[in-house]
């Protein structure tokens, strides 16, 4: 999941609307693909990695895939990451969290469950919530995430 997290950071700036998440596929220890969301529109993390695996000649067929956002469940720009992975005929999904969005949230789990695919949720948790803070609180609140930088000091009367 770290390595995940790494990659995700890689998003930071460039994926608005949607969060920063990062996807790393494993089997038997070695890495079969990775990838990472590049930006709004563009093939989700998941589909990134499983693309990258299937470039170095990888199947999937039981593979443990770490991401750091619920994957995504319905049609949206791209088709849902969901089906990719279940197509592809992975045996573990690890989550770090959930998608805060009430419409989706933990859907993806119960999709991947009942294809027989292991779901394990929460590792590093709080590393990938914070790093998607101003998505969380959008997704949450309907507001924008707002920083406000204070007056210099020596401007201020």
């Not at 609307?17 to 989700?44: D, E, F, S, T, Y």
């Not at 709080?126 to 020596?154: I, R, Y």
């Amino acid at each position: 999941m770290q390595q995940a997290l790494i990659l995700a950071r890689k998003g930071l700036g460039k994926t608005h609307p949607n969060p920063c998440v990062g996807c790393v596929i494993v089997k038997n220890k070695r890495l079969l693909g990775q990838g990472w969301h590049k930006a709004a529109g563009k093939a989700h993390a998941e589909i990134e990695a499983i693309r990258d695996a299937q470039a170095r000649g990888a199947s999937l067929r039981g593979a443990t895939v770490y991401v750091t956002l619920e994957p995504c469940c319905t049609q949206g720009r791209t088709p849902p990451c969901t089906e990719a992975l279940i197509e592809q005929k992975v045996s573990c999904v690890v989550v770090a969290t959930t998608d805060p969005n009430p419409a989706h949230a933990g859907r993806a789990y119960r999709l991947l469950r009942k294809a027989g695919i292991k779901v394990i949720t929460g590792v590093l948790a709080d590393e990938a919530k914070q790093l998607n803070l101003p998505f969380h609180h959008w997704m949450l609140t309907g507001k924008p995430w707002v920083v406000a930088k204070p007056p210099c000091p020596s401007t201020v009367n």
